[in-house]
């Protein structure tokens, strides 16, 4: 069967491209000794990590327990949870986990770091831990100085805890290549003030986390980064296109869509709103728009509703018609994939199979 022959909308991956993705950023990773940790928040699915871990990956990275549990239920042993984990529950759940994989989990609190020692020791189990510190995003993360030396000292000395390293987080490092590149030593700065805040403190690590997928393949740039951890990398998208990470040939995933109404001049609706799409905004250029077609990049959609989707038209170089098909290039691919049970997979066009998106909706 070919893609053109499938119901819309559907969300469809070219392995050929994503597969050119996987290898590219392997082989960048081996070339300058960083280690891989993929983020499959962006995939969700385990026959994607385990290909990651084939090329060379130390292991995967999730944001939730519910992504490590399906991960894990897959036969993934090295698993790093970068998000902190809050309550006797989700504490019950990570002891579980345990029993199955090697873990790692992300924390900037005392609170945090007590509570997973407290479960830890009383079940036997060592998790490996690294403290994460700003270094610009501020979303998490303690500020370089004297609360994150203390809170890795108390890593270092709780039952239970295994202190790794310091965990950071280049998303703030956006705009074009050229602008991510020209803002790398003010990053580096701050990179060389959280290592010298740690080594005067007496406080030695084994590997630094860090990196994002716009600034996949600066990380040789990034002073004393050992690991990464991008996502959007697999499928890449709008927004990674639009900041110059990837070009419009690096996108593995879209949505193909129909054209079901041309009633309005100067627009068209497709078969695919914000439930098939996610209304994440275009994060960089104008910042106008949820997507653009494939075969017509000058058409955008515009705005949309739970299932239309507006392409103006006013950029057009062909003439749409009701019934034909779309491949939109979607904003953002990590929610986009949250929102459907499968990817059709194929290679040129003809369809060799599907993944069952196992992480959906996994939350918690």
């Avoid at 990275?61 to 036969?75: I, N, R, T, Y």
């Amino acid at each position: 069967m070919h893609i053109s022959e499938l119901d819309t909308p559907v969300a469809v991956v070219d392995l050929d491209v994503m597969e050119r993705n996987l290898r590219r950023a392997a082989e960048y990773m081996r070339a300058h000794g960083v280690t891989l940790w993929p983020h499959t928040k962006t995939h969700k699915c385990p026959e994607i990590a385990r290909r990651q871990i084939e090329l060379g990956a130390g292991g995967i990275c999730v944001a939730k327990l519910g992504e490590a549990e399906v991960m894990a239920d897959a036969g993934i042993e090295e698993i790093f949870i970068a998000y902190p984990l809050v309550g006797e529950v989700k504490l019950r759940r990570l002891m579980a986990l345990c029993e199955r994989a090697h873990i790692r989990v992300a924390l900037d609190s005392e609170e945090v770091a007590r509570g997973i020692s407290r479960a830890a020791s009383a079940a036997g189990h060592t998790v490996g831990v690294v403290v994460e510190a700003d270094t610009g995003m501020r979303r998490c993360g303690l500020p370089i100085g004297p609360e994150l030396v203390n809170l890795c000292r108390l890593v270092i000395d709780l039952p239970g805890l295994d202190f790794i390293g310091p965990m950071v987080y280049q998303g703030h490092l956006k705009g074009t290549a050229e602008e991510r590149v020209r803002r790398i030593p003010d990053e580096n700065a701050r990179l060389e003030h959280l290592y010298e805040t740690l080594t005067a403190a007496g406080i030695t690590w084994r590997q630094v986390t860090g990196g994002s997928t716009p600034t996949l393949y600066q990380t040789h740039l990034l002073k004393g980064i050992t690991e990464a951890r991008p996502g959007t990398y697999v499928f890449n998208d709008r927004n990674t296109v639009g900041v110059e990470a990837c070009t419009l040939e690096d996108t593995a995933l879209h949505v193909l869509a129909t054209v079901v109404s041309t009633a309005v001049p100067g627009q068209m609706i497709v078969d695919a709103g914000s439930k098939t799409l996610t209304s994440d905004r275009y994060g960089a250029g104008d910042g106008k728009g949820h997507g653009i077609l494939l075969e017509d990049p000058g058409v955008v959609i515009s705005w949309m509703s739970e299932e239309h989707g507006m392409a103006d038209l006013s950029g057009a170089t062909r003439k749409w018609r009701i019934g034909d098909r779309v491949t939109i290039v979607p904003n953002h691919v990590c929610p986009l994939v949250n929102l459907h049970d499968e990817l059709v997979l194929h290679r040129g066009g003809e369809v060799v199979g599907s993944w069952k998106v196992a992480g959906r909706g996994r939350v918690r």
